[in-house]
């Protein structure tokens, strides 16, 4: 089985200041890891994912995220926060192979204060 | 290029009816996913479609059904509904077909409330 954890329901951060969104995960194997982004009452926005190579993974609108194997971690950072960047933001996995669904965490709100 | 559209936006149904929800997946895309977003959490997983096919399921009962066509487009039913089935049914349409390294492109949903 695969799982996600986010562990922080809600994350403040001030305008300019760099913002983290912690994510933690579970699967057999080698993950493939992405970052959604949700705004009120629309869909998910892809921002990113990892599927193999570099650690470091860059994706839309500033933001990156650090793959950590040994911590099973891939936390979402972006060096200078805006307010449009406010939002509902999802990890999810997926294992490699013959897996299809895509697990999500229970996600984080991020408020960026003016 | 025409991106996810799910039908209709909203809609209203008693306990025991019966919905179809509808998705026309994005412009050359050949695989649909169905997700359940319960309010405060995150998006479940329902079943995947590629060619015409489930190729994918996860832990919803058999009366969550669904079917994609020759053009890609997909519906999600369910019949006999429950409270619980009060959620957001978001559509995610790629083009990774068997592979699993693809984003998912996601409709803005259909939100069902069960009465």
């Known amino acids: 089985a695969q799982s996600v954890a986010q562990p922080e329901d809600q994350v403040n951060v001030a305008e300019g200041n760099p913002l983290t969104v912690k994510c933690t995960y579970s699967v057999s194997g080698n993950p493939y890891l992405f970052w959604y982004v949700q705004y009120p009452n629309r869909g998910l926005q892809f921002l990113l994912k990892y599927i193999t190579g570099d650690n470091l993974v860059k994706g839309s609108y500033g933001f990156e995220a650090e793959f950590n194997k040994s911590q099973t971690s891939f936390h979402l950072k972006k060096p200078s926060a805006l307010v449009s960047d406010s939002a509902l933001y999802f990890c999810a996995v997926r294992a490699r192979g013959s897996a299809r669904q895509l697990t999500f965490g229970s996600g984080t709100q991020l408020t960026v204060l003016p | 290029e025409t991106g996810v559209t799910q039908s209709p936006t909203h809609l209203i149904k008693t306990r025991g009816q019966q919905v179809t929800l509808r998705c026309s997946s994005q412009?050359?895309?050949?695989?649909v996913s169905w997700y359940q977003q319960a309010l405060g959490q995150g998006p479940q997983f329902i079943f995947q479609?590629?060619?015409?096919?489930?190729?994918g399921r996860g832990n919803f009962p058999p009366r969550f059904s669904g079917l994609q066509f020759p053009n890609y487009s997909s519906e999600l039913n369910v019949n006999a509904l429950e409270l619980d089935d009060s959620a957001l049914y978001l559509c995610a349409s790629s083009l990774d077909g068997g592979g699993n390294t693809g984003e998912l492109f996601f409709g803005e949903g259909s939100r069902l409330t069960v009465l």
């Open positions: 412009s050359g895309h050949n695989t």
């Open positions: 479609y590629y060619r015409e096919e489930e190729n």
